[in-house]
């Protein structure tokens, strides 16, 4: 585990304390009754702007704060304790990243304030189909008088609908299977030809399918360089996986958190259920499982931060956060009993993100495969 600093340590209390009296279980099930087809409370989102969260990674010269990737996953890990809906995950790390990682000055310049201060949302457009594989990216990009003109259409990408800014992967050459001949493009979420349209998840977050139909862009469009998209594409997608990995593993601890506390005091056959050695075991394997998450995603954010090759901690981080997840809402539910299968329980509400949060940006089994390929195994 990492020895936080003090001011680290600032941070996350900060964003335990928002996120336990601002954005509660409770306020995922407001944004989930009321239907709005919203994947995030804009007022929510304006706080955390406010507090410089959307700018924790963002160089100072951009109005952010530059405090870290370990300082960004500490607030990940606080509001995935509360299953909080924002873009933080989209646009302050994913954005931001892609944007720092292959940006040009111009674009930066453009770009990186609003995201710092809160008043755009970006958004990563990857994957096509019910599996994440940004290498079998088929949706063109052809070169014309005044750029290029983008045609074919992403899926599941997060806060799709309210992204002010889409970091589109387009082929530009080579074969859907290839990470050769991707080429990164910045595309206006309003811009002609983009047609998005709502994903209803389980979790009651939102994510948007979205159609480029001739969608014209300029040169300038691009981030990085045409066809080698991939030299950005990859350690920005390594930041999403760790990023991702610790807002799972702040879920997780809730929710052992929470069924901690009911199996000391919910009593069976006239004793307190915590007292069962069945329970014991099964408490002490999920509590030791979080504990070595708790590492592996820490590992890969301060790698980040050091530089160098991050591939390999990023999957084995996502890994290990994905079958965690998995276990700690099963046992959630299973240690709660009939309650813990009702709607009125937050049991389910945590399942259910679980169930999205494992397959997004790959499950467990595309990252083992590549952490395997990765060490050489």
């Not at 290839?178 to 047609?195: C, I, N």
């Not at 929710?255 to 004793?271: E, N, P, S, V």
Request: include cysteine; charge should be negative.
């Amino acid at each position: 585990m990492a020895v936080l600093t003090e001011e680290q340590t600032m941070l996350r209390d900060a964003a335990k304390g928002w996120a336990s009296e601002s954005a509660p279980v409770g306020a995922l099930r407001k944004l989930r009754d009321g239907k709005s087809k919203q994947s995030f409370d804009p007022a929510a989102w304006a706080q955390m702007g406010q507090m410089g969260w959307a700018g924790v990674i963002v160089p100072e010269d951009y109005d952010g704060s530059a405090f870290g990737y370990l300082g960004l996953g500490l607030i990940l890990e606080e509001t995935g304790r509360t299953l909080a809906a924002s873009p933080l995950l989209s646009t302050a790390l994913i954005g931001a990243s892609a944007l720092q990682l292959g940006g040009s000055d111009a674009q930066k310049a453009a770009w990186l304030p609003k995201i710092a201060t809160g008043e755009a949302v970006a958004t990563l457009a990857v994957d096509e189909g019910s599996h994440h594989n940004p290498a079998r990216t088929a949706l063109t990009a052809t070169k014309a008088a005044s750029g290029y003109v983008l045609n074919g259409t992403k899926t599941l990408v997060l806060d799709g609908e309210a992204a002010d800014l889409l970091i589109v992967v387009a082929r530009t050459g080579g074969a859907p299977g290839s990470t050769e001949g991707l080429t990164l493009f910045l595309v206006a979420g309003d811009a002609p030809g983009v047609v998005r349209t709502h994903l209803s998840l389980i979790d009651s977050r939102g994510a948007a399918r979205i159609a480029f139909d001739g969608v014209e862009v300029g040169a300038d469009a691009v981030l990085g360089e045409v066809d080698k998209g991939w030299a950005v594409l990859e350690p920005v997608l390594d930041r999403a996986y760790a990023g991702l990995a610790a807002e799972m593993l702040g879920s997780a601890s809730a929710a052992f958190d929470i069924t901690l506390d009911y199996i000391k005091t919910r009593t069976q056959f006239g004793q307190v259920i915590g007292t069962f050695q069945a329970l014991q075991h099964r408490a002490a394997k999920w509590f030791t499982d979080i504990e070595t998450t708790r590492s592996c995603v820490e590992a890969a954010l301060e790698a980040f931060d050091a530089g160098g090759d991050t591939r390999a901690l990023a999957s084995l981080a996502k890994a290990k956060a994905s079958d965690l997840a998995h276990l700690a809402t099963n046992e959630m539910v299973q240690m709660h009993g009939g309650i813990g299968m009702t709607d009125a329980h937050d049991a389910g509400l945590y399942m259910k993100r679980a169930r999205v949060t494992e397959a997004l940006f790959g499950g467990a089994s595309f990252h083992r495969d590549r952490y395997a390929r990765l060490m050489g195994f």
